[in-house]
């Protein structure tokens, strides 16, 4: 069964970090762009961070610049979001999401996560 897996989710105080994990069961990811996709109680889905199969290429949405990372380990078949100096506006579902070709548009994207709850509160 092909599919992706997110973990790292929490609850965290604003100002502070979590690290999301997406593994990929049934598939390798070094032939897929990867990206990490957020959504908020009503809100549209939008593109947080996306980067290419060979890491050359890497973006992020304005209002995580300079506090989130995105990274892939391919031996290990995983992708990881590194978010930092996190902000109540960041409470959302976050998704992972493979697809061929790098693009920062969802509906590119072939493989879905589940999600996995981030909440940033006092």
């Known amino acids: 069964q092909v599919r992706l897996v997110e973990s790292g989710g929490g609850s965290v105080q604003p100002g502070g970090s979590l690290r999301l994990s997406c593994a990929a069961l049934?598939?390798?990811?070094?032939?897929?762009?990867i990206a990490w996709f957020r959504q908020a109680p009503g809100k549209e889905r939008e593109e947080v961070s996306c980067?290419?199969?060979?890491?050359?290429?890497?973006h992020y949405v304005n209002s995580v610049k300079g506090r989130f990372t995105i990274s892939r380990d391919n031996a290990k078949n995983r992708v990881y979001l590194q978010m930092n100096s996190l902000k109540p506006e960041d409470t959302a579902v976050y998704y992972c999401?493979?697809?061929?070709?790098?693009?920062?548009?969802?509906?590119?994207?072939?493989?879905w996560g589940q999600g996995t709850q981030v909440t940033v509160s006092s």
């Open positions: 980067i290419s199969r060979n890491h050359s290429t890497i």
């Open positions: 049934g598939f390798t990811l070094d032939y897929y762009a």
């Open positions: 999401a493979a697809a061929e070709l790098l693009s920062r548009t969802s509906s590119r994207y072939d493989y």
